[in-house]
């Protein structure tokens, strides 16, 4: 029997509702720490990321459009960008450094842990990873990571079944 | 697809998407605190509403092209209520009202006074009349006063046979009024349009007559009358003839004075001869001049020439000359905007190529950076 008194609500008119910054900082910062763990694969540098990932939001909030987006893709694209700034200046110390300091290398504390999964996550790039935790940790629909990778559909379905396989094969083989 | 996607691998990989999930990834304490002292961001003074690039195209381009239209429709019908006074002005030029004719009649009144001044005076009276229009006023000859009348008349018949009819019917006009046929010249090769030229004398007093009643023969295609004022040169031999008779008798009285010398005889009998002589003379002259005064001269051409048609006028109404120039003002603005384009096309171009190379380097740079191929 049908529902007569069900309101159906519209996507877009959800969407044009706008949200305070703060509301949206609380609800999502777990979501971007997250993403940004995976991507850099370390957590100290991913708390600082994810700091200025905020910061950056709260500078250009003016600019976010609830008609164009969730706030979670948003904040997932400034993330990206904020990402990827630090991992140019990253190379950049670390070719600065190789001159002066050849063969000492960085030991980093391992970012999930010691268990199978934590020691396969390392060992997937940082592409598969972010797309792990874009549509995995983060439920992002298919085309909203897509856009935000700058990929096809294709090409992210594709990169995250590889992904998924090849953690999954390196988790048995632990176990093993 | 992307939710049947999402139950797909979660399905084949379900136990490993648990354990993600199940990873141990909040932000500490630290970082929350970090992002809560932010607080809100002040809200920005909206003065007009924020327009997207596809909603701003979508409120603009037609915008714009109302406005054109608009534009258009204005200039339409601006441009054709200015035709409408330029056509009134055109037809008030052509066609002169009838107090400008009477003025015409005037003017050629008020020289005719000035030429009892005694200076001979020259009037041209020209006009090229286009066809199908009714000849303007002749003008007229002062009928105390003596005048040189001369005319040129063109006008143009239907046919060889009407040029021919035509040509007789004028000299029986010249006949009928008191004069005749100076000269007379008919020529109709075929294929070659008609053409007869004739001189006519009419005596000046018949001159009006005789212009009305030859425009009437055709079209009237060209007009010319010229009017030159003899009187002073009339009076001027007059003076000349009387002086020369007084003259004639002074010597005369001379001659029969007893006492004379033969030398003085003589001389007085060549002063006499030679009076007499200038005297003939200038009866000539004289004579010459009352009869070129008596006698005006129309040269009367009469052809079969087809007219030259002039350019054909579609003589639209007014909606129909404001929707031709909406749709002029139209094109110009397309021509406009199309040679803008074409003039911007390259930097457009150069832009894009900009963009997109920019982009893919961006892009590239980020996959290198992710480890991806």
Not at chain 2, 60 to 86: R, W, Y
Not at chain 2, 210 to 229: C, K, W
Request: glycine share 6%; hydrophobic share 40%.
């Amino acid at each position: 029997m049908k529902n007569v008194n069900a309101v159906t609500t519209t996507l877009p008119a959800l969407a044009a509702v706008r949200p305070t910054f703060a509301s949206v900082a609380e609800s999502e910062l777990d979501a971007v720490h997250r993403y940004l763990l995976f991507l850099t694969g370390n957590r100290a540098v991913a708390e600082d990321l994810t700091g200025e990932t905020f910061e950056k939001a709260f500078r250009s909030w003016r600019r976010f459009d609830p008609r164009r987006g969730t706030p979670r893709a948003w904040l997932c694209r400034i993330a990206r960008h904020v990402a990827l700034d630090h991992f140019r200046s990253e190379e950049r110390r670390q070719r600065r450094e190789e001159r002066y300091a050849v063969g000492v290398a960085e030991v980093e504390e391992p970012a999930w842990g010691e268990g199978a999964l934590g020691l396969g996550l390392p060992e997937l790039s940082p592409a598969e990873r972010e797309v792990v935790a874009l549509r995995v940790l983060l439920d992002l629909d298919g085309p909203t990571a897509a856009r935000l990778l700058g990929i096809s559909q294709t090409a992210c379905s594709t990169r995250l079944s590889r992904a998924l396989k090849r953690l999954e094969e390196m988790m048995s083989n632990a176990r093993v | 697809m992307p939710a049947s996607e999402t139950v797909d691998f979660e399905r084949e990989f379900e136990e490993l998407v648990r354990e993600l999930r199940e990873l141990p990834s909040e932000a500490p304490p630290a970082v929350r605190e970090r992002v809560r002292a932010l607080g809100e961001p002040a809200p920005r003074r909206v003065f007009f509403p924020q327009l997207t690039w596809r909603r701003a195209t979508l409120v603009l381009v037609p915008a714009c092209a109302v406005a054109l239209v608009a534009a258009a429709a204005i200039h339409g019908l601006v441009s054709s209520s200015k035709n409408t006074n330029h056509l009134a002005a055109d037809v008030a030029r052509k066609q002169p009202s009838q107090p400008q004719r009477e003025l015409g009649q005037k003017t050629l009144g008020s020289s005719g006074a000035a030429q009892s001044g005694g200076t001979p005076t020259t009037q041209v009276f020209g006009a090229l009349v286009a066809p199908n229009v009714r000849a303007p006023a002749i003008p007229t000859p002062n009928p105390v006063r003596h005048q040189d009348y001369e005319a040129d008349l063109r006008l143009r018949v239907k046919d060889l046979d009407t040029l021919g009819q035509k040509t007789a019917q004028a000299m029986r006009v010249t006949q009928q009024l008191g004069g005749y046929v100076a000269s007379l010249s008919q020529s109709s090769t075929a294929g070659q349009p008609g053409e007869a030229d004739l001189v006519l004398r009419v005596p000046v007093a018949h001159v009006t007559d005789a212009m009305v009643r030859l425009s009437a023969l055709g079209t009237v295609l060209e007009q010319h009358v010229s009017i030159v004022d003899l009187e002073n040169t009339v009076q001027q031999q007059r003076q000349r003839i009387r002086a020369l008779r007084l003259q004639i008798v002074r010597i005369t009285a001379a001659l029969q004075q007893p006492g004379l010398s033969a030398d003085e005889r003589l001389r007085l009998q060549f002063q006499l001869d030679d009076a007499r002589r200038n005297l003939s003379n200038a009866t000539g002259q004289n004579k010459a001049t009352l009869r070129e005064a008596a006698l005006s001269r129309i040269s009367l051409s009469l052809t079969t020439q087809s007219p030259i048609a002039p350019a054909k006028k579609h003589h639209k109404g007014f909606f129909g000359r404001a929707t031709s120039s909406a749709f002029d003002f139209l094109a110009g603005a397309g021509a406009i905007a199309v040679a803008g384009l074409i003039i911007i096309s390259p930097l457009l171009v150069l832009g894009g190529l900009i963009f997109w190379g920019v982009r893919s380097y961006r892009r590239r740079e980020a996959q290198r950076l992710l480890g991806t191929t």
